[in-house]
């Protein structure tokens, strides 16, 4: 398989699994916000709740999060793909551990 003549195809990323992502992503705890073409995930980085979630319930964001996204779109080379990107908390601190997933299972499948 290459890649140049796959894309040049329909992206395969457009779809209903995409546009099921936030719901499963709400199922674990997470605020997650998309549709067919992209979505967009607040993952807890150093607490156990989402940054937006904790101000929404009046509370001071106790942690860290991470974003990541996932967006269907074009390469200006190689064609339609995912485009992937993850955005890490910045800055030094003198100890910091990430908290682990409150729930074992994701994606159907057990950590």
Avoid: C
């Amino acid at each position: 398989m290459e890649i140049i003549p796959r894309g040049a195809e329909a992206n395969a990323w457009i779809g209903a699994e995409l546009a099921a992502l936030p719901d499963a992503m709400g199922a674990l705890g997470m605020l997650s916000l998309g549709d067919k073409s992209g979505v967009t995930v607040e993952f807890p980085f150093t607490s156990s709740l989402p940054a937006v979630v904790a101000v929404g319930m009046g509370r001071e964001p106790a942690g860290a999060t991470a974003m990541a996204q996932m967006l269907a779109v074009a390469h200006p080379e190689y064609g339609q793909g995912l485009l992937s990107l993850l955005q890490m908390p910045a800055g030094r601190r003198e100890s910091v551990s990430a908290s682990p997933l409150t729930s074992p299972v994701l994606f159907g499948r057990m950590l």
